[in-house]
């Protein structure tokens, strides 16, 4: 009993077989997933052979507790999202999981397969070509991160503001894991950011087996020795990774989900290497760092050396009427000209999807080069394209795009930055969208609004404080 | 409480009728509830649907070619584009407890039309289908009204079909085999009535064996 509810606050992995050297086998696709039957693409004669060599084993896929249930593949444990049905396969009334059925509903009669981790990754000479130069500061992160790989089981935060060059730092990790023949995975909450850092590892390391894994991806095998991938994804591995890098971990709906944590935790192996990258940690991070608990590295300096663009903020007291009236003021319209008459291409945030294309219809009708993006647009992947190749001048946008996505040379715009969607990471990464690119290292961030938040207080105080100690540093 | 639905939470209104007595368990919150369109009085008195005045076209086709194969079909809902995302959850997901969410709609619409005491007829799936979903949703239905399914019909060869156009699937061969003849009144439950053939293939059994009278009950219209 006591057992039991210590197991249920703290999530254990003991039911995941161990992967022992004497189970090595040659199935990629197989090692360190978590898959369903029908997920599995093995026909019945060979999964006959591949249970008992051990390749593959069976595991419950919900555990019963005294109070209630665990889903393994997404750690659910909320009672309102277990449900029970009569079950035709099996004549019973069986128990699924609610939270992760749009994976394929997970049932309690029916068993989960593991398959064993032990397989040889090819060990890579000299993988990487990147012929670029760290900065000082990136060097400094890089030797952390490094430190971390070669050591084995630990973690690490790396604490660095948007524009950092985040990326590059984690090259010199990533050419010794690669080099030792451990398996990685790049995990983060945003697709978005999947699509932007799959293409840069490839050319960092041309000759690497790397797939991007995401919702709708094409690639869907996940048999690579390094995957960028959704954390969404990680609900079909378990012990699978020597390192795995979560990157933007404060990121939604990464940092509110504990199941998400929970499948990150699954999916790396007992004694990997965690290397957190965030330009704004959440206050639990801050803790720990605090308490020296979590190893951390901190870089407040862009790769170029600049400083972050501090955000003006700008108050309008009739933005509530306008917008009621699906209008922007005057005063925000003739900013949006000014701008417009200068290089830089604009983003413009707004807190609803209504809005932003609200805006962006009025802006077109006005003559402007303009197109929208949202959560749930398909076209989204081309439309950040085609505004990164400055095919047209205006993006407007929601926090969708608050992180991840880099253009070398924009203004940014929030309107209606006090809304209570617009928290203080939120605004931090919005600014950090500005003065990206050395040649155009600084960039306009007004954030328009109709009374003042702690959040946006908070958000210019941090980017200050960023500023300060870059220049102490 | 959740919304069994979009799962998030429900706010109980507290008014002095749910202040004396335990509030009800909601499963389903006001805006899912509100996009679920129940199917009005007026439409075709036959088949429920919504978008015509006294018998719509289809059903007037159908008494010329088979008069008399089915009485009448009572569907609850529109099935709009909410409810066809609700129903791909529900039966093809396989998220089995989806439909109880308005589970006090259908139990209304169902005792309105007045079969509460009539044997209640599954529409039965292929055993590939079946060991898919885990459920057969016609059966899932009478548990909801809290019923017992009458297995008078099997199916002799499997649902593919269904991707067909019209024409073909009213020429196309039965699908069902009669295994329990009933010589009583008597309701076909299935999860959707959208050209209404699936329920006249299993009335025609019905009725060729001696059954005078074939309703049919289908949530989505
Ligand atoms: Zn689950
Ligand atoms: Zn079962
Ligand atoms: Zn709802
Ligand atoms: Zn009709």
Redesign the pocket.
């Known amino acids: 009993m006591l057992k039991d509810f210590y197991n249920y606050f703290v999530p254990r992995f003991d039911w995941i077989p161990s992967s022992k050297p004497s189970h090595s086998h040659s199935h990629p696709e197989l090692a360190g997933k978590l898959l369903q039957r029908n997920e599995l693409h093995v026909p019945e004669e060979q999964l006959k052979y591949l249970i008992p060599q051990s390749v593959l084993t069976e595991v419950d896929a919900i555990e019963r507790f005294v109070w209630g249930y665990q889903c393994r593949r997404c750690g659910n444990r909320k009672h309102d999202l277990f449900a029970k049905m009569p079950h035709a396969n099996c004549g019973k009334e069986c128990v699924y999981c609610r939270h992760c059925i749009q994976l394929g509903r997970v049932m309690d009669c029916e068993p989960l397969y593991y398959g064993s981790s032990s397989f040889q990754w090819l060990e890579y000479s000299r993988p990487c070509q990147w012929e670029g130069e760290l900065s000082h500061h990136q060097e400094k992160a890089a030797a952390e991160i490094t430190k971390t790989v070669h050591h084995g089981k630990g973690e690490l935060l790396v604490w660095a503001v948007c524009g950092a060059g985040k990326t590059e730092m984690l090259y010199p990790g990533l050419t010794l894991a690669l080099e030792k023949g451990k398996r990685v995975c790049l995990a983060t909450p945003r697709v978005d950011v999947v699509r932007e850092l799959y293409p840069r590892f490839q050319k960092a390391f041309p000759d690497v087996k790397i797939q991007a894994l995401y919702g709708d991806s094409d690639e869907k095998r996940g048999d690579a020795p390094f995957l960028v991938a959704t954390t969404h994804q990680l609900y079909r591995y378990a012990h699978a990774f020597d390192v795995i890098i979560i990157d933007e971990v404060d990121a939604f709906p990464y940092h509110n989900d504990p199941t998400l944590h929970f499948a990150s935790k699954r999916a790396a192996k007992p004694d990997a290497s965690i290397i957190y990258l965030t330009a704004t940690p959440r206050k639990k991070f801050k803790r720990r760092i605090k308490s020296g608990n979590l190893p951390s590295v901190f870089i407040p300096r862009r790769f170029h050396g600049h400083p972050l663009p501090v955000p003006t903020l700008k108050m309008m007291y009739n933005l509530p009427s306008y917008s009621k009236r699906k209008l922007l003021p005057p005063a925000i319209l003739n900013t949006i000209r000014r701008q417009q008459s200068t290089n830089r291409q604009l983003l413009l945030f707004f807190p609803s999807i209504k809005k932003a294309e609200e805006t962006a219809r009025t802006l077109y009708t006005r003559g402007y080069q303009v197109k929208s993006v949202h959560s749930e647009d398909p076209d989204r992947e081309r439309k950040i394209l085609q505004f990164r190749n400055k095919d047209y001048r205006i993006l407007v946008t929601t926090t969708i795009l608050e992180r991840g996505v880099t253009f070398s040379s924009v203004d940014v715009f929030v309107i209606d930055a006090g809304h209570e969607v617009f928290d203080e990471a939120a605004l931090v990464q919005i600014a950090g969208r500005a003065g990206r690119s050395p040649e155009d290292p600084d960039g306009e961030v007004i954030f328009f609004h109709s009374g003042k938040t702690n959040a946006l207080l908070d958000a210019v105080d941090h980017i200050r404080d960023m500023n300060r100690l870059a220049d102490r540093s | 409480m959740r919304c069994y639905v979009c799962h998030q939470e429900i706010m109980l209104v507290v008014t002095w009728d749910t202040f004396w007595r335990p509030p009800k368990k909601e499963k389903i919150c006001n805006d899912c509830l509100d996009e679920m369109k129940v199917l009005g009085e007026a439409?075709?008195?036959?088949?429920?649907?919504e978008d015509?005045t006294g018998?719509?076209?289809?059903?007037?086709r159908?008494t010329k070619s088979h008069p008399d194969l089915l009485k009448r079909?009572t569907s609850v809902y529109h099935y709009n584009g909410f409810a066809k995302d609700l129903v791909a959850r529900w039966k093809y997901r396989g998220d089995y407890v989806l439909i109880q969410s308005v589970e006090e709609q259908i139990v209304k619409a169902f005792d309105e039309a007045g079969y509460r005491n009539w044997p209640l007829i599954p529409i039965p799936l292929s055993d590939e289908r079946e060991k898919e979903r885990g459920f057969n949703q016609s059966e899932a239905i009478i548990e909801l009204l809290n019923k017992s399914p009458v297995q008078a019909l099997v199916r002799s060869h499997s649902e593919k079909q269904s991707k067909k156009g019209r024409l073909e699937r009213i020429h196309s061969q039965n699908p069902f085999t009669l295994v329990e003849p009933i010589c009583k009144p008597v309701v076909l439950v299935d999860d959707i009535y959208t050209t209404?053939t699936t329920v006249r293939h299993a009335a025609s059994l019905l009725t060729e064996q001696g059954c005078p009278e074939v309703y049919s009950f289908t949530v989505f219209r």
Request: aromatic letters at 12%.
């Open positions: 439409g075709c008195p036959v088949c429920s649907r015509s018998v719509c076209f289809d059903c007037k159908w079909n209404g």
